[in-house]
């Protein structure tokens, strides 16, 4: 048989982080979270005094940095040039540049190139997490979900994990205007592929969006 292929796409706060990783740990299958890849290069971008306001100076820069993801649900680790980035993705410096980053073409073939090969590399089978992965990156993927949620529930989920640091308003603000950038890019834009299942969390704990997911993956294998 084929190794199964999970493509999980959707906007930031719809809780596809934790339901990839416990859908992966669940069913023992490798896990690639591709936010943090956007967000890797990103860091090192903002280190290196690159511009990320400037797309032809990111895309000059786009294959310098060696990024590294480690594939095991139960400890997702992410290196730049050897050295673990983890905590330092995700600041709020970080997050306000990533979709400038991530819009760029370069940038995008380099990290889609890595992406194809960490599928592949799974023997077992992978969880994908991320915008493009049953559109782009992985068409071919063996079950495809797009969760979705209301603005107000992603942005209240998303306060909580930042432990009262902002506002569920400004939460709000920086979730819609990331999602209109990942929206209306040219290159791979975050959209559901025609063939992908769609699931609204907005009324779902974490454990039935989970349960959900691995009745899919189940009915498909
Ligand atoms: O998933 P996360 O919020 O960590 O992703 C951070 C950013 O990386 C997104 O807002 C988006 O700009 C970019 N991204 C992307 N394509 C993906 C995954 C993430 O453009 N497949």
Known sequence: VEPVIVAIDGPS????????????????????DTGAMYRAITWWMLGNGVDVADPDAVADQAGKAAIVSGTDPAAPTITVDGMDVSGPIRTQQVTAAVSAVSAVPEVRQRMVDLQRAAAVAAAGGIVVEG?????????????????????????????????????????????????????????????????????????LTLEQVIECVVTLVEEKR
Do not use: H
Request: glycine share 8%; net charge positive.
């Open 13 to 32: 706060g719809t809780g596809k982080s934790s339901t990839s990783r416990a859908v992966a740990a669940k069913l023992g299958l490798s896990y690639l």
């Open 131 to 203: 915008r493009d992965i049953g559109t782009t990156v992985l068409p071919d993927a063996t079950v495809k979900i797009f969760l979705t949620a209301s603005a107000e529930a992603r942005a209240a989920r998303r306060s909580g994990e930042l432990k009262g640091a902002v506002t569920v308003a400004a939460t709000q603000a920086d979730l819609v205007r990331r999602d209109a950038a990942d929206s209306g890019r040219k290159t791979s834009p975050l959209a559901k592929a025609a063939d992908a299942v769609e699931v609204d969390t907005t009324q």
